[in-house]
């Protein structure tokens, strides 16, 4: 479990989070959704300690991260797996090294073991026969599961994906929100997801918390915030005429 206790962060003279408290359970999908610019990044960054908390405590299971010192976050960094952004695979390795790296650089695996656990990770995702090629050579879906073999090739306690859906086409989108699902289901992960997409919000949001303003403006599941009043939710879930029309009809029903 990840528990985030009144944080504020503040950039210069701008405050850009407000008191935030949120609990992030494990063996769910808790989602952070908004609006572009209402910091969802910056809530994710102070979770991870890529930012410096000004207010508030931010723990992983009982131990106060926010309060540890470099090297005790080394450690709960390493139960850590991020699929990040546009997956970060990097270019100049193959699919097999990309998943096998963070082994190496926090484990004492020799290369056999390594290779064996990259390779259980990559068929977990349903890369197979891929091992040699460069990311390159693969298409965006495939990278997104290939960043996701990697994020989990250390066993993590905690994952983190931003936005896994960009880029995708809406069906290659559901294979991935749903592979991150099952895998947090299956490992009983604490999985925090950042992301914009709708289909996302409906497919997997077990636990949702709408950022607004810097403030954790709704908290809910998937089932409630198709129904919820909250005016910023609606303005955001139900942006386009298309998906107002299908809220009026399914508050009248
Ligand atoms: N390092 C920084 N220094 C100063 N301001 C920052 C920094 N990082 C983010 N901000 C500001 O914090 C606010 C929230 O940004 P954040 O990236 O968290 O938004 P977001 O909700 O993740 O948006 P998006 O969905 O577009 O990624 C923005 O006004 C942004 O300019």
Known sequence: MIEVKHISKSFGDTQILFDISAQFNPGQVNLIIGA???????LTKCIVGLHEVD????????RVFSEMGRNDRKLIRQEIGMLFQG???FDSLTVL?????????????SKQERKERAQFCLERVGIVGKDDLLPAETSGGMQK??????AISMNPKYLFCDEPNSGLDPKTSILIDNLIKEIT?????????????MNSVMEIGDHIIFIN???????????EIIRTDNKEVVDFVYASTFMKNLRSKLVNN
Not at 36 to 42: D, H, I, M, N, R
Not at 55 to 62: A, R
Not at 213 to 223: C, D, I, L
């Open 145 to 150: 599961r290939i960043g996701i073999a990697r």
């Open 87 to 89: 997956s970060a695979l």
């Open 97 to 109: 090294e990309n998943v096998m790296f963070p082994l190496k650089m926090f484990t004492k695996m």
């Open 185 to 197: 289901y299956e490992y009983n992960m604490t999985t925090i997801v950042i992301t914009h997409d």
């Open 55 to 62: 207010e508030g405590k931010v723990i992983y299971d009982d």
């Open 213 to 223: 303003q810097g403030r954790k403006w709704w908290e809910g599941n998937n089932k």
């Open 36 to 42: 572009s610019g209402q910091g969802k990044s910056v």
